[in-house]
């Protein structure tokens, strides 16, 4: 039997910022902490940044979830440009690093960097990421690529935050049912697929 729907919890962008740039690595990552930012005021600008995703088609289709599921909200969605072949430049030599270590690491900078530069140039004070609610990903290197790239552009702040807690992981997971999202089955990059293959 599925669980009511609970309100989300009370959050508080840093300084009070009602206006942010959420980047986004998918729709049911998003899903949840969209609603969240909403009923807490704060409206995201929905940025799509992941030139890690691969083949294309792969790119695409999530794109394309995160593009229906923003517009289904009358939010405004931002894509970035899809370079995987300048992105597999910072995988270079971590190719057999293991999930979580630090070809992640390095991941999550490229992607941020050029989240926290948007953000700069478009007025806007407070970064945060979808990848946080992955309870696959390493808090602690979300994190530090977040305060590393919002160190590179004065003027924006890093969002640290724990998306998993509060009844979102849940909410996420009824946001996937109702909106018929396509929850794919790696991270992204050819090295996750392999090490999924794999195991």
């Given at each position: 039997m599925e669980q009511p729907v609970k309100h989300p919890p009370v959050v508080e962008a840093p300084s009070g910022e009602t206006r942010i740039l959420l980047h986004a690595?998918?729709?049911p990552c998003s899903s949840a902490i969209i609603e969240c930012l909403l009923y807490n005021g704060i409206t995201p600008v929905i940025y799509y940044s992941n030139s890690n995703i691969f083949p294309l088609e792969e790119y695409l289709i999530r794109k394309n979830e995160?593009?229906?599921?923003?517009?289904?909200?009358?939010?405004?969605i931002v894509d970035d440009d899809y370079d995987h072949?300048?992105?597999?430049?910072?995988?270079?030599?971590?190719?057999?690093?293991?999930e979580r270590g630090r070809r992640c690491l390095e991941?999550?900078?490229?992607?941020?960097?050029?989240?926290?530069?948007?953000?700069?140039r478009h007025g806007?004070?407070?970064l945060a990421t979808t990848l946080a609610s992955s309870r696959?990903?390493?808090?602690?290197?979300?994190?530090a690529a977040g305060e590393f790239a919002c160190s590179l552009f004065p003027g924006v702040s890093w969002w640290s935050m724990n998306w998993r807690k509060g009844g979102?992981?849940?909410?996420?997971?009824?946001?996937i049912k109702q909106y018929s999202f396509y929850n794919q089955p790696y991270?992204?990059?050819?090295?996750?697929?392999k090490n999924k293959q794999e195991k």
């Open positions: 690595c998918c729709a995160c593009t229906r599921h923003a517009r289904s909200l009358g939010l405004e072949e300048n992105w597999r430049r910072i995988a270079e030599h971590l190719e057999k690093e293991p991941c999550f900078k490229y992607r941020l960097t050029r989240a926290a530069g948007y953000a700069c806007l004070h407070v696959w990903k390493d808090l602690s290197q979300i994190d979102l992981q849940e909410r996420r997971n009824q946001l991270c992204g990059c050819e090295f996750s697929f």
